[in-house]
């Protein structure tokens, strides 16, 4: 049994770099979500696929920010031009879908970006 | 918007010993849910408990239990018997459920620390 996994888990660049995660879910999960948590914080959520379609996007996801998640299996997270202030940990989730209940979710280890 | 406060920064407990952490919510919707969930220093969330805003008795877990007030707007998670292994980060999250919502709002988080 299989839980979330992310990839890399550590990833170091230099400011104005382009950058790439990939989270693959549960295998039945069918909605997926990005997470990003800064030191001292807790996880702020970015946004959330059901399926292949991106239906929530948080404001703190700004233009240099994309998402995908084209077969409703696994999703990648890209930042743009990144900057200092994108260093974070990013976290992904899954869950299954329904209205109400628990619907916990669960998370990956996290890809840990420190932007140079 | 939905907000969660954790006001512990950080707390101590003796193995064997019960400890509360203390989570206020607000919210206007009336449907919701309060979940906690562990994060250990290798930085993964682990999902332990969770309450429904219409459920009548407190959620319990093996050795977690959530003592919910509605009216006082809290969920305070009780750790009983305390072990070495549950020293990590402990974080307070929501979800209201009103309009499909499904993103969590999660707190600042309580550091606990136990102690031989």
């Known amino acids: 049994d299989t839980g979330v996994s992310q990839d890399p888990r550590h990833k170091i660049t230099k400011r104005g770099q382009n950058v790439t995660f990939r989270c693959d879910p549960i295998s039945e999960h069918n909605r997926l979500y990005w997470y990003r948590q800064t030191l001292g914080q807790g996880p702020e959520f970015l946004t959330y696929?059901?399926?292949?379609?991106?239906?929530?996007k948080s404001r703190l996801l700004s233009d240099r920010f994309s998402a995908e998640r084209p077969k409703g299996s696994f999703s990648t997270l890209e930042i743009q031009r990144t900057e200092q202030g994108d260093s974070a940990m990013y976290l992904c989730?899954?869950?299954?879908?329904?209205?109400?209940?628990?619907?916990?979710?669960?998370f990956g280890p996290g890809t840990r970006l420190t932007v140079l | 918007a939905q907000k969660i406060t954790q006001t512990q920064p950080g707390m101590f407990v003796q193995e064997k010993e019960a400890v509360t952490l203390d989570c206020t919510y607000d919210?206007?919707?009336?449907?919701?849910?309060l979940f906690w969930y562990k994060q250990p220093s290798s930085g993964e969330m682990i999902f332990l408990i969770y309450?429904?805003?219409?459920?009548?008795q407190n959620a319990t877990e093996g050795r977690y239990s959530l003592n919910f007030q509605k009216a006082r707007k809290s969920a305070n998670l009780v750790i009983s018997a305390s072990q070495l292994g549950d020293s990590a980060m402990y974080f307070c999250a929501m979800r209201v459920y009103t309009g499909g919502g499904n993103k969590l709002t999660f707190g600042t988080g309580t550091q606990l620390k136990v102690e031989l």
């Open positions: 919210t206007s919707d009336q449907s919701y849910g």
């Open positions: 989730a899954s869950s299954l879908g329904g209205a109400g209940g628990p619907r916990e979710q669960f």
């Open positions: 309450q429904g805003s219409y459920d009548e």
């Open positions: 696929f059901q399926n292949e379609a991106q239906l929530e």
